[in-house]
């Protein structure tokens, strides 16, 4: 079968650094990417990686480690307005539809 | 640009009724998917379209079709809705790997 297992909820203080973990088990993989949705709105997309490393976007860094079938996104100098869920999704096939699985997400809770 | 934009906003249903959600965007895109998110949980694929013309099933596609006539949009019917189907549903699009979502339409059926 297929699974990607994130935290449900992680709480941090503002002005702080927080990392959120993905271990997923996929028939195939193709690539890991991140999605932010804040209660209410829509998902939008934060990043994404198909190569082992470090991808890095302002406060935002993403993960990846292919042989260990795990990924984090990491988010620094957090504010207030981070408070959101945050999906990691797997390009399971090579086909030309990116058709993506979503984890059920991760709630972050960011305290002032 | 608009993006991607769903119609309609929110939406109660009896049970057995029918309806058609709209999604269009003005991207361009190739590629558009149906989702529907259920409280606490991520996004499940209903169905998809790679191209004008061409639909697919995803992951939880019973109770749905769908239909892609022109490239910028894609349709999705109930045709008989069950109190199952209450969910939101997000369409997207993209060209590559990134998807741009839509507001979502809030369907409730009773």
């Known amino acids: 079968g297929q699974s990607l297992e994130q935290p449900s909820e992680v709480t941090a203080v503002e002005g702080a650094i927080v990392q959120i973990n993905c271990t997923y088990q996929t028939s195939g993989f193709y690539g890991l990417s991140w999605y932010q949705q804040h209660d209410g709105g829509a998902p939008t997309f934060l990043s994404y990686?198909?190569?082992?490393g470090l991808e890095e976007t302002g406060r935002f860094s993403s993960f990846l480690s292919r042989s260990d079938s795990y990924g984090y996104l990491l988010l620094q100098e957090l504010q207030m307005k981070d408070s959101a869920s945050y999906f990691c999704?797997?390009?399971?096939?090579?086909?030309?539809?990116?058709?993506?699985?979503f984890g059920s997400g991760t709630r972050l809770l960011v305290r002032p | 640009n608009a993006g991607v934009t769903q119609t309609p906003k929110f939406r109660v249903l009896k049970t057995g009724q029918s309806m058609t959600l709209l999604c269009a965007q003005d991207m361009n895109h190739e590629y558009m998917y149906w989702y529907r998110q259920d409280p606490g949980m991520g996004l499940r694929l209903i169905h998809y379209s790679v191209g004008e013309g061409t639909t697919a099933k995803g992951e939880v596609p019973d109770g749905y079709n769908v239909s892609r006539l022109k490239k910028q949009n894609f349709l999705l019917g109930l045709e008989s809705a069950a109190p199952s189907q209450t969910s939101v549903y997000f369409c997207?699009?993209?060209?590559?790997?990134?998807?741009?979502f839509g507001p979502g339409t809030r369907l409730t059926v009773t």
């Open positions: 990686n198909a190569l082992d």
């Open positions: 997207a699009s993209s060209w590559t790997g990134e998807q741009y």
């Open positions: 999704a797997v390009r399971e096939g090579l086909d030309s539809s990116y058709k993506l699985i």
